[in-house]
Nanobody, 113 residues
Framework: VQLVESGGGLVQAGGSLRLSCAAS????????MGWYRQAPGKRRELVAT???????NYADSVKGRFTISRDNAKNTVYLQMNSLKPEDTAVYYC????????WGQGTQVTVSS
């Protein structure tokens, strides 16, 4: 399994970004997917998850602002991030769980105040 994230960048507070994660292999369609993030000096934390059936779960800090979705035909999971805050600044990682966890290389999101 390979996961490749894209869509990070620099944005002002209040702005939006959409992250994408393209997965290789046939396991994508049956696997839960998630987005995690890690800010400097902090532990990696869960942002959002989505099951193969489309059920979603969000960290309290992003509820109402972020939306996770998936396109099984494209083997891709997305994270739409709106109303971004400086505290959202972090490296964002895509995750796939199938027996074990698989991680992408990460994409930097920087929100300026």
């Amino acid at each position: 399994v390979q996961l490749v994230e894209s869509g990070g960048g620099l944005v002002q507070a209040g702005g939006s970004l959409r992250l994408s994660c393209a997965a290789s292999g046939s396991r994508f369609k049956i696997s839960p997917m998630g987005w995690y993030r890690q800010a400097p000096g902090k532990r990696r934390e869960l942002v959002a998850t989505i099951t193969s059936g489309g059920n979603t779960n969000y960290a309290d800090s992003v509820k109402g602002r972020f939306t996770i979705s998936r396109d099984n035909a494209k083997n891709t999971v997305y994270l739409q991030m709106n109303s971004l805050k400086p505290e959202d600044t972090a490296v964002y990682y895509c995750n796939l769980f199938f027996v074990t966890h698989y991680w992408g290389q990460g994409t930097q999101v920087t929100v300026s105040s």
